[in-house]
């Protein structure tokens, strides 16, 4: 079983706006099933679709698998089989060697911009960027699961 290790903030809008950064990639993503203790999400970018299945975090970790699968299947499954969505652009920034993961979203969630870093253990140092700024990991507002209500 693998385990996802990760912190998210909260970023800073002035700070972003003035970052040199690469392209995103448009995401759309929904849950077939969305309880506190477990999800399983769909998610769809331009090139690469995925069924991920995550557990109950326990501190910064959760247990994780996910799978590829054609993305004609998960049209099919966001159309059909997800209760609730949401969408965002995903820009992969490097920042003292570890990439950071900055969601723009968009719709009901326009104006949220998210920084993710993964980790290999929960108690590894990292230096944070200049443009991040509250962390919210941990605050289940911040949920992606609770983002797509």
Not at 102 to 123: Q, R, S, Y
Request: hydrophobic share 30%; net charge negative; glycine share 6%.
């Amino acid at each position: 079983m693998k385990f996802e290790i990760e912190r998210k903030f909260l970023v800073n809008h002035h700070s972003w706006e003035q970052l040199e950064k690469p392209s995103g990639d448009y995401l759309r993503q929904g849950y077939i099933l969305n309880d506190p203790n477990k999800t399983v999400r769909v998610r769809l970018t331009g090139s690469d679709a995925f069924l991920t299945i995550k557990g109950i975090s326990t501190g910064f970790s959760r247990p994780e698998f996910e799978y590829s699968i054609p993305q004609a299947d998960a049209e099919q499954l966001l159309d059909n089989f997800c209760d609730s969505e949401l969408s965002k652009t995903r820009y992969k920034i490097d920042h003292e060697g570890k990439i950071w993961e900055v969601d723009v979203f968009h719709g009901h969630n326009t104006g949220l911009i998210l920084a993710e870093i993964e980790l290999d253990h929960e108690d590894e140092s990292f230096e944070i960027p200049h443009w991040v700024a509250e962390e919210v990991t941990g605050d289940v507002k911040y949920y992606n699961s609770n983002l797509s209500k």
